[in-house]
Nanobody, 124 residues
Framework: QVQLVESGGGLVHTGGSLRLSCAAS????????TGWFRQTPGKEREFVAA???????YYADSVKGRFTISRDNAKNTVYLQMNSLKPEDTAVYYC??????????????????WGQGTQVTVSS
């Protein structure tokens, strides 16, 4: 049974930083691709960033240069460091696991397991 648990969300002012964590059980992150997505009420869940099993990363244009995805294999945890946060970054952030061992995917339908989400709120 695969379980993904996100943490690290919260309230921050514009320009501030947060680091989200996604801890996994039942699967080893380093063997697969892990993605971060976000969703606001009334909108579709959108891709934010991903890291594959060899450490390649990919970012949405809206967060490129501000967010960094990384992985700690020893802790089986993936992180999303978010800097220079903007009010439009406010959303529930989800981590997800793609067990196909293919190229990095940005479509939610390509991910097999999801966490419960963590709320990030950026005040102006």
């Amino acid at each position: 049974q695969v379980q993904l648990v996100e943490s690290g969300g919260g309230l921050v002012h514009t320009g501030g930083s947060l680091r989200l964590s996604c801890a996994a059980s039942g699967r080893t992150f380093r063997r697969y691709a892990t993605g971060w997505f976000r969703q606001t009420p009334g909108k579709e869940r959108e891709f934010v960033a991903a890291i594959n099993w060899i450490g390649n990363t990919y970012y949405a244009d809206s967060v490129k240069g501000r967010f960094t995805i990384s992985r700690d294999n020893a802790k089986n945890t993936v992180y999303l460091q978010m800097n220079s946060l903007k009010p439009e970054d406010t959303a529930v952030y989800y981590c997800a696991l793609d067990t196909t061992r293919s190229d990095i995917k940005t479509d939610i339908d390509d991910y097999d397991y999801w966490g419960q989400g963590t709320q990030v709120t950026v005040s102006s």
